[in-house]
């Protein structure tokens, strides 16, 4: 299994960024995917779920309305669009694929997001 995140980069404040996570080695739609975030000196939170079955996502409070994350099953993506990016964005994403209801998952290597003021 691989989970490979790409798009990372640094923006000023109120930009944009787009970052993919390609899945290889697992049946894609049936993992629950997830953006995690881990900052300097923080603990990793999550940022933004979307489900294996569909349904609503959902999000960190803070990044709601800014975050939206979607995902392609025939492509086996899970992308997040990340818009009006503040400095307290800037962390490392991880790309999470996770089984629902069985204790298993399998994470990225991270990519970096930096925001300056």
């Known amino acids: 299994v691989q989970l490979v995140e790409s798009g990372g980069g640094w923006v000023h404040a109120g930009g944009s960024l787009r970052l993919s996570c390609a899945a290889s080695?697992?049946?894609?739609?049936?993992?629950?995917m997830s953006w995690y975030r881990q900052g300097p000196e923080k603990e990793r939170e999550l940022v933004a779920r979307?489900?294996?079955?569909?349904?609503?996502?959902t999000y960190l409070d803070s990044v709601k309305g800014r975050f939206t994350v979607s995902r392609d099953n025939a492509k086996s993506t899970v992308d997040l669009q990340m818009n009006s990016l503040r400095p307290e964005d800037t962390a490392t994403y991880f790309c999470?694929?996770?089984?629902?209801?069985?204790?298993?998952?399998?994470w990225g290597q991270g990519t970096q997001v930096t925001v300056y003021p």
């Open positions: 080695g697992l049946t894609f739609s049936s993992y629950d």
């Open positions: 999470n694929a996770a089984l629902p209801h069985f204790p298993y998952e399998e």
């Open positions: 979307i489900k294996s079955v569909g349904g609503p996502a």
